[in-house]
């Protein structure tokens, strides 16, 4: 896999590379401005064979033991860590995050993910078998759906691809995976490390193209059994919907707008280490970042001085360079939306305590920002910006401030900090999103889910939870009556 050019082309199908002869995408380096490649796209008969690929595969994947299976995810694991370096490197280039995000997390998160799935494979989980008619066996099968279509984004390539990859895989699924058209490198590295681990043609097998061509001959597909989908939730509703037409499956990771409370009791500096790391990690273009700071008034001050402070601290440029803390935004379109989106804030009334601008010169650089005097119904807090900006807000009462973080349409994570027991359980109980971090804010764990409440989707990944959307579970009924008219059959008819 090492040195892998892509000159074969960027289809991945049937355990073979091939040029995909839809349109053909330039692919621009984030951070220097300058062409990254040229990306070839699949038409809509090349989704067809991938998909047609994936359900050749199924007859002979979802009959391995899951023991053979985790064995395969095992050897997976072994390969992706022996290509660690060109993972990451190639996870820099396509995105513009730091070197150190791409080894100390994308990377590794990766495959513990890999290795997680290999355990859980083996660890399919039930209700008891057991008599609970009379005279039978009731019992539960867990059996794989068919062919997954996922589509991922952008933000997190190799973690996004392992999310959608290895729970429908450690099912007994197949899959054809459409990664985001501006990313698709380490999801092709991963199927290749799939294919040097042994695993089967036609397991997995990646597409790229656009949304609208690609993306929606994946969903409608007739013979995909279920689309599972990460990326924003204008797109996710769209998917939805169209995924309606053949009455498939829909597993939706969407956007977040994360609140961040601040209780007047809280670490201050814990919190504001907190909330720096949490609105800045991969610049912001994070679906769990903090965004929507809501600090308790008698602490506003002290916790938004201390934030600006590290913020501006921070060293924003050239991802290569081991001492950058912050890489590049996607692109600039994306850095254009942030930018604009900061300006209208500060046109409406808020008030920049630091960054609030973008790096002179290539790449797409933006300061990490802070913003106070916005007003809770503003866009830069009820819209995600998908950059590195925190929006802090003042609150008197502990109500109030669990009311505003369940003031927006999103429900994906949120932290609250506090050192009152009491307070950090309510603020667990109450607030509406799929994980609360307590005096904690971003990290995952692969044996944990992922996943949101109200318009940030439905569904989770990660953790044995993931297997209830990618398997049917099924209930067989045996019967071991000796008679042959039963009992139950004398409400329909009797003996006679
Ligand atoms: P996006 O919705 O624009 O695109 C995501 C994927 O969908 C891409 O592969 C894209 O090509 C594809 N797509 C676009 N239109 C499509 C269509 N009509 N039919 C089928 N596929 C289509 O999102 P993005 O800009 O790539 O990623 C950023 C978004 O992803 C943010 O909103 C972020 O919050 C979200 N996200 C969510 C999670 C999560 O776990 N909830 C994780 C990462 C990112």
Redesign the pocket.
Same mark, same amino acid.
Request: glycine share 20%; net charge negative.
């Given at each position: 896999m090492s040195g892998f050019n892509f000159s074969q082309g960027h289809q991945f199908i049937n355990g073979s590379w091939r040029r995909g002869t839809g349109e053909l995408l330039i692919r621009i380096n984030p951070a220097t401005g300058e062409q990254l490649e040229e990306v070839d796209t699949a038409s809509v008969a090349e989704v067809d064979e991938a998909v047609q690929a994936a359900a050749k595969a199924f007859e002979i994947w979802s009959a391995l033991t899951p023991g053979e299976r985790s064995d395969h995810l095992l050897a997976l694991a072994r390969e992706l860590q022996s290509h660690a370096q060109v993972l990451a490197e190639v996870e820099t280039a396509q995105t513009g995050k730091s070197m150190r995000m791409s080894t100390e997390f994308d990377v590794p998160g990766s495959i513990d993910n890999v290795n997680f799935f290999a355990g859980a494979a083996r660890n399919l989980q039930g209700l008891a078998s057991g008599d609970y008619a009379g005279n039978t066996t009731s019992m539960i099968r867990r059996e794989p759906i068919g062919v997954v279509g996922s589509? /991922?984004?952008?933000?997190?390539p190799l973690q996004?691809a392992a999310w959608k990859v290895l729970p429908a895989i450690a099912a007994g699924n197949t899959i054809v995976l +459409?990664?985001?058209?501006l990313t698709p490198g380490t999801s092709l590295l991963f199927a290749q490390a799939a294919k040097d681990a042994g695993l089967p043609d036609g397991v997995i097998n990646v597409v790229v193209g /656009?949304?609208?061509s690609v993306? *929606?001959a994946l969903?409608r597909h007739k013979q995909v059994r279920m689309t599972s989908? !990460?990326? /924003? !939730?204008?797109?996710?509703l +769209?998917?939805m919907t169209?995924a309606a037409e053949t009455g498939k499956r829909v597993h939706l990771?969407?956007?977040?707008k994360a609140p961040f409370v601040v209780f007047d009791d809280a670490d201050i500096e814990a919190a504001a280490h907190g909330a720096v790391a949490g609105s800045t990690i991969n610049a912001g273009q994070d679906?769990t970042a903090a965004t929507r700071a809501y600090v308790h008034s008698s602490v506003f001050e002290k916790f938004t001085r201390r934030v600006a402070q590290l913020m501006d601290a921070m060293v924003v440029g050239d991802p290569q360079d081991p001492n950058t803390d912050m890489g590049a935004l996607i692109s600039a379109a994306h850095l254009q939306k942030v930018s604009s989106m900061v300006q209208r804030a500060v046109g409406s009334g808020a008030s920049v305590l630091a960054g609030g601008r973008r790096l002179e010169g290539p790449g797409n650089f933006y300061r990490p920002t802070l913003l106070v005097g916005a007003s809770q119904d503003s866009e830069i807090v009820q819209h *995600?910006v998908?950059g590195p900006v925190l929006v802090a807000l003042p609150f008197e009462t502990d109500e109030e401030a669990i009311e505003l973080a369940n003031d927006t349409p999103y429900g994906?994570a949120a932290s609250a900090w506090t050192k009152d027991l009491n307070r950090a359980m309510r603020a667990s109980a109450q607030i509406q999103a799929g994980c609360v971090w307590i005096n904690e804010h971003i990290i995952i764990v692969s044996e944990m889910p992922?996943g949101?409440y109200k318009s /940030?989707?439905m569904g989770k990944?990660m953790s044995q939870y993931s297997f209830d959307e990618y398997t049917n579970v099924k209930h067989v009924l045996i019967s071991h009556d000796t008679d042959t008219h039963r009992e139950w059959q004398n409400t329909v008819f009797l003996q006679r």
């Open positions: 589509i /991922s984004p952008w933000n997190y996004m +459409k990664p985001s058209e /656009s949304g609208a993306g *929606e969903v989908f !990460t990326g /924003s !939730t204008q797109v996710g +769209k998917i169209m990771e969407l956007g977040g679906c *995600e998908f994906l992922h949101g /940030s989707g990944d």
